[in-house]
């Protein structure tokens, strides 16, 4: 895209002119790992179309004058993508600056490049503006680097939330075993029974380190450890619910490592 259309003057005086739309990462959920220009974007914007994976200290920083929650519904079910389209693009219509917040960055696991796809398809000017993912930083803050010098030199980011058992899986469990590199699942809290049967089946020992990290840099993040033969039952026991990060792959021992000085180490729930 080469023409500069609305970029650096949002608050056009044509009414016809259409309204940008930013594409913000949140990052994980704290404040502080927002990036200056998300922050500044958020402070600028008319309106913000939000869910509920920035957190809760983010999302309580915004006016709620200007925020529109197109996450989960009162129901309990979600905010079809197909309304969250066409209100950027009516919001966007009317003239006003739009930020569209996702957790963690726009494009990962996000929908947000069904969003920019549709956003171009309507002739409405937009900018991606990327953010830290829960991918990478979800393990960080809880002592684990997604690669290691001696223990990965690849990592996959994979969604869980397919069954991986249908036939025309995505995903393809063995070949990532195969790869001997870390793997970190995104939306894998229900359905991690499947995919560590999965990579048992693959080849993978059970005594492969895992660990489950729990609402990444939010107030109340929750992480807890185990293998693949143990990482069922701590999730169950240490009651680990969405948004979760699952780490397999021997970097997630590192956290044992290093946890007595990591400064921001949750508890250990899953060990008891
Ligand atoms: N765009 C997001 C991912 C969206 S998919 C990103 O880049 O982070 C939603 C999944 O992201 C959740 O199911 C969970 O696996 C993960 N996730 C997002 N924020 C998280 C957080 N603060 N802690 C743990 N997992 C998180």
Redesign the pocket.
Known sequence: MTEGANGGNPATTEPTKPGTVYLV?SG??DPELLTVKAARLIDEADVVLHDK?P?PEILGRIPEAKREDVGKRAGGEWTPQEYTNRRLVELAEEGLAVVRL?????F???RGGEEAEHLAAHGIPFEVVP?V???IA?PAVAGIPVTHRDHASSVSFVTGHEDPTKEESAVEWDALAATGGTIVV???VGKLPEYVAELRRAGLDGDVPAAL??????PDMHVATGTLETIVDVRDSADIS????TVIGEVAATRDRVIDFLMNASEEEGEE
């Open positions: 990462g994980p959920g994976l957190g996702k957790g963690g960055d726009p990962v696991f996000g953010g993912t829960s991918a979800g995104l939306m894998g990290v729990e609402r990444a840099t939010w969405p948004p979760a990060i």
